[in-house]
């Protein structure tokens, strides 16, 4: 197989978007997404609602990202998809349809972790985004995980921290919804932070050991906090929502901000790569960019189309895997969990 003209058509199908990407040589030639309005009215992911929707929606946008790299399906050199983790009935409609068209085709099949795939979304060749060095220390940050690893090669990573209860996405929903806030409600915290005082009502953070997370208590203590409040004042979210989401969001960064310290102590190691959708948000963003003048440290922030569910960052996997020949089975299962 020629090295020098490698295509990758990678299929990501793990939670509620739909997506499909081509890399030529690891750079973007398409990336297509399609995201399920559905939910919004539930407040959440429902997994059937989103394998249906996935069903509906998978032939159109591969056509399209096919379409749009302004290639024909011969010319795909292999297939990367979503092996999990993530919903099963999602994920088994992403991984059927992928080793149908890489059966079909008579290509090679390659499964992606969907975790070590947003990390590795930072070697996609974009103008003007560096791309971090051996080894580094990857934050994964999104609704469904948080995790710290060290990573010393494109598939040696470590996981040195995870939280032990609720992802830090879910904690920006959650507190959100409490709020009254529509779902997603994650970017409508980050969008009324923006105008509020962060130090205006104080959050306890949960203490920790190593390099662990928790979030459910500070969830509660947010529930709490309103409950109380809105009983001595029932306008008090009304009057108070750009400080309150400040503090929430202030209290989040500070969670993640503190255990990354601890972990570039314990490593030694100065460079950080962030992603997932929590990755998206302007206050963890900028923080890093502070930390970078006031430590010392090198942050590498994505692409803002990389940092939620992409298949970029599945066919970016794909294109180091078909390097070294890693290809799959075409006996190969969804997981749904899936460990790095």
Avoid at 56 to 83: E, L, M, Y
Avoid at 144 to 163: L, N, P
Avoid at 263 to 291: C, D, F, M, W, Y
Wanted: aromatic fraction near 10%; hydrophobic fraction near 40%; glycine fraction near 8%.
């Amino acid at each position: 197989m020629s090295t020098q003209n490698i295509y990758i058509l990678g299929i990501e199908s793990s939670c509620d978007d739909t997506a499909a990407a081509v890399l030529h040589n690891g750079k973007i030639l398409s990336n297509i997404v399609a995201t399920q309005e559905v939910h919004k009215q539930y407040g959440g992911v429902v997994p059937e609602l989103a394998s249906r929707a996935h069903q509906q929606n998978i032939v159109p946008v591969i056509h399209q990202a096919i379409a749009k790299a302004n290639i024909v399906k011969k010319d795909i050199s292999a297939i990367a998809f979503t092996r999990g983790p993530g919903l099963m009935g999602s994920l088994l409609v992403g991984t059927s349809f992928a080793k149908s068209l890489a059966m079909g085709l008579d290509i090679p099949l390659i499964e992606v972790n969907h975790m070590q795939a947003h990390i590795l979304a930072h070697f996609i060749k974009e103008d003007g985004f560096d791309q971090p060095e051996f080894p580094f220390i990857g934050l994964t940050i999104s609704g469904g995980h948080t995790q710290i690893v060290k990573v010393s090669d494109y598939f040696a990573m470590e996981v040195i921290g995870e939280t032990i209860d609720d992802a830090v996405g879910e904690a920006f929903d959650k507190s959100a919804k409490i709020l009254g806030l529509p779902y997603p409600g994650g970017p409508l915290i980050d969008k009324y932070a923006q105008k509020g005082n962060p130090k205006a009502f104080k959050f306890p953070k949960p203490k920790v050991e190593g390099l662990n997370f928790s979030f459910s208590g500070f969830k509660t203590a947010v529930l709490y906090f309103i409950q109380r409040e809105t009983r001595n004042n029932p306008d008090f979210i009304k009057e108070n929502l750009e400080d309150i989401c400040a503090s929430i969001q202030y209290t989040i960064i500070g969670i993640l901000t503190d255990k990354l310290k601890k972990a570039v102590k314990e490593t030694g190691i100065k460079q950080i790569a962030i992603g997932g959708g929590v990755s998206a948000n302007s206050g963890i963003r900028n923080a890093l960019k502070e930390a970078e003048k006031k430590h010392g440290w090198k942050c590498f922030i994505p692409k803002f189309e990389y940092t939620t569910d992409n298949a970029a960052m599945i066919a970016i996997v794909g294109h180091y895997k078909f390097l070294k020949g890693e290809f799959s089975d075409f006996s190969t299962t969804a997981k749904a969990r899936y460990k790095i």
